[in-house]
């Protein structure tokens, strides 16, 4: 089947009978459903879809809601898919990928467009603005994607801490979901982050190699890229911090992404547009903390972006919210514990946990999950599935 094309028949003559149990879930920030999935990538795809075919029903229409400003989602998704090579990376780098979005697409009776439209939320936003900037002056497009916080340190030879808070919009609250993958033969179990419907946000996998990462819209994306979504469950995938980041340099990136890659004992930060992954050393050092918002620190490769930023930029949030995670990180060494005290910092102009609200006159955005990363011999993963200074933390272990 190529991509982006549904079978003839239709979605739902594809759904297997029988082969999953499905289970009621119930959605609610205090009580987000983990679910696990097992088998290869098509019926990981046909569980995930099953079990959250209700869950994937009730968030399909928000996002077609908010793409594109309330226009036609189809008709973006379709010019997306005419203009970009995003298929022909996916059968390249992630095929296995492509068939658990396949397989969600099977299981939930969804469109196959919408369902591969909800996994390309960066790539939607640098396409949607990109084209929004040739035909209107740049100040009146203030809906910057400017999404997430994230910071972390080493604190021994087997021992790491890192975390991040997550924002993107409250049309995904009440579908967070946390995916379990069971390990496969040639990946370890996984704990990934995500809502309803998507591939993806973040995670950790069992061998302490997790990811957090941050939209850098500045920095250059490419129509020819593997989009941030399968870039990186391709991380997860990996076994060593040297594999990981062997990821994130192989593979052309749709959109521009900082990634903060750890593992025990190790931490990168890792600024990735259309053209490299070039490293952040942060400001404090090899042994200091590393932190990161939506502004690139390190790659100048932004041509594009300073190409259509003419004119008065909208206001902005990453700066404030930076320097917020610096007067955070000044208080001693991170853990798990004075991360999570950071995240949930909501007390000055540009707050790093994020409620909803507009500050300043800028859409700030809403936190939909923070998580803590434990990158040690036996990981542990702390989330709250909403923004941390009102959401209670809780413990996930492989």
């Not at 992954?277 to 100048?300: M, V």
Request: with cysteine.
């Amino acid at each position: 089947m190529p991509l982006f094309s549904v079978a003839a028949g239709g979605l739902s003559s594809l759904v297997a009978k029988g082969h999953t149990q499905v289970q009621e879930v119930s959605i609610r920030t205090s009580d987000m459903p983990v679910i696990k999935l097992s088998g290869s990538g098509r019926a990981r795809g046909r569980q995930y879809g099953e079990i959250l075919r209700r869950q994937i029903a009730d968030l399909v229409p928000r996002w077609e809601a908010q793409v594109d400003g309330g226009n036609p989602a189809k008709a973006l998704i379709d010019d997306i898919i005419k203009e970009t090579r995003f298929d022909r990376a996916i059968q390249r780098w992630a095929p296995e990928l492509w068939e658990e979005v396949l397989g969600i697409a099977e299981g939930s009776d969804q469109p196959l467009w919408k369902i591969q439209g909800i996994q390309l939320l960066d790539e939607i936003w640098w396409f949607t603005l990109y084209r929004k900037a040739g035909k209107a002056p740049w100040r009146e497009h203030a809906d910057i994607p400017e999404r997430c916080s994230a910071m972390g340190q080493v604190r021994g030879p087997a021992t790491t801490y890192a975390g991040q808070n997550m924002d993107i919009g409250t049309w995904i609250e009440g579908n967070q979901v946390l995916l379990h993958l069971e390990e496969a033969k040639d990946a370890p179990a996984q704990l990934v982050f995500t809502y309803a419907g998507s591939i993806g946000l973040n995670g950790l996998n069992a061998k302490g190699i997790g990811y957090c990462c941050n939209t850098v819209i500045q920095l250059d994306p490419s129509g020819t890229g593997l989009p941030m979504a399968y870039v990186g469950r391709r991380v997860l995938e990996q076994k060593s911090f040297e594999d990981a980041l062997g990821v994130l340099r192989g593979v052309e990136h749709a959109s521009g992404q900082n990634y903060l890659l750890g593992a025990p004992g190790k931490l990168g930060s890792y600024e990735c547009s259309g053209n490299h992954a070039i490293e952040w050393k942060g400001e404090h050092g090899a042994d200091g903390p590393l932190l990161h918002t939506n502004h690139p620190l390190a790659s100048r490769e932004t041509r594009i972006f300073t190409q259509m930023a003419s004119g008065e930029a909208p206001s902005s949030t990453t700066e404030g919210r930076y320097d917020g995670l610096k007067r955070c990180a000044v208080n001693g060494p991170l853990d798990v514990e004075t991360i999570k005290e950071s995240l949930s910092t909501k007390d000055h102009a540009a707050p790093i946990s994020r409620t909803g609200e507009k500050v300043a006159g800028n859409p700030i955005g809403y936190t939909v999950g923070s998580m803590i990363y434990e990158h040690t011999p036996e990981p542990v993963l702390h989330l709250a599935a909403g923004p941390p200074c009102s959401t209670e933390f809780r413990e996930f272990h492989f």
